[in-house]
């Protein structure tokens, strides 16, 4: 059964820096695309940072030059760093593990979720 094991959230203060870890339980790691995603309250989850098999990343406009996502195949860990925090980077953040293997057939897990509060 494949989990994703989120952990690094928290309460700090807005400038500050977290970093999430997110362990995947996955035979074929180096083959998913891995993302991080976050909801907050009231609002629809989106897409925060994404790295691909292949090394390829992407961030939201909102956490670019801010954010850095980081993938250790050995490991099955995407990580997620996070400085210069802002209150509205206050949500819950899900680790996504994502492969396409063909037009009927992907598969696409997603973690329990760590809370980021950004407050003083």
């Known amino acids: 059964q494949v989990q994703l094991v989120e952990s690094g959230g928290g309460l700090v203060q807005p400038g500050g820096s977290l970093r999430l870890s997110c362990v995947a339980s996955?035979?074929?790691?180096?083959?998913?695309?891995m993302g991080w995603y976050r909801q907050a309250p009231g609002k629809q989850r989106e897409l925060v940072a994404r790295?691909?098999?292949?090394?390829?990343?992407n961030y939201a406009d909102s956490v670019k030059g801010r954010f850095t996502i980081s993938r250790d195949n050995a490991k099955n860990t995407v990580y997620l760093q996070m400085n210069t925090l802002k209150s509205e980077d206050t949500a819950a953040y899900y680790c996504?593990?994502?492969?396409?293997?063909?037009?009927?057939?992907?598969?696409?897990?997603w973690g329990q979720g760590t809370q980021v509060t950004v407050s003083t």
């Open positions: 996504n593990a994502y492969h396409y293997y063909s037009p009927h057939s992907q598969r696409d897990y």
């Open positions: 996955i035979s074929s790691f180096s083959i998913y695309d």
């Open positions: 790295v691909t098999s292949s090394g390829n990343i």
